[in-house]
């Protein structure tokens, strides 16, 4: 599974981005898909995942309610629409995938597959 993951930038506080992310390789509907995100000198972090028909999602609670997960498997593609922006959210941002049908998995660990990375930074 190859993963491309795309959308990021600068933005203001308050502001909004759109990631995508777009798999290849495999079947995508047997995938779950997750974003995670990894500040400065930080671990790594858990901030969405979702089941493989796109139906089920999981949050973390620092994003729930600003983030929102989805995905087209028509498209191959997997999209976390961000609002509400915050200075704090300022990381590179990954997507992940795994062919398993825990979608509540929020370990790294937990997904086999990663894109490469994508910036996002938000201004005070």
């Known amino acids: 599974v190859q993963l491309q993951a795309s959308g990021g930038g600068l933005v203001q506080t308050g502001g909004s981005l759109r990631l995508s992310c777009a798999a290849s390789?495999?079947?995508?509907?047997?995938?779950?898909m997750g974003w995670f995100r990894q500040a400065p000198g930080k671990e790594r972090e858990f901030v969405a995942a979702?089941?493989?028909?796109?139906?089920?999602?999981n949050y973390a609670d620092s994003i729930k309610g600003r983030f929102t997960i989805s995905r087209d498997n028509v498209k191959n593609t997997v999209y976390l629409q961000m609002n509400s922006l915050k200075p704090e959210d300022t990381a590179v941002y990954y997507c992940a995938a795994e062919q398993s049908t825990n979608f509540y998995n929020r370990s790294p660990g937990g997904y086999s597959y990663w894109g490469q990375g994508t910036l996002v930074t938000v201004s005070s």
């Open positions: 390789g495999d079947t995508f509907s047997s995938l779950v």
């Open positions: 979702i089941n493989r028909s796109g139906v089920r999602k």
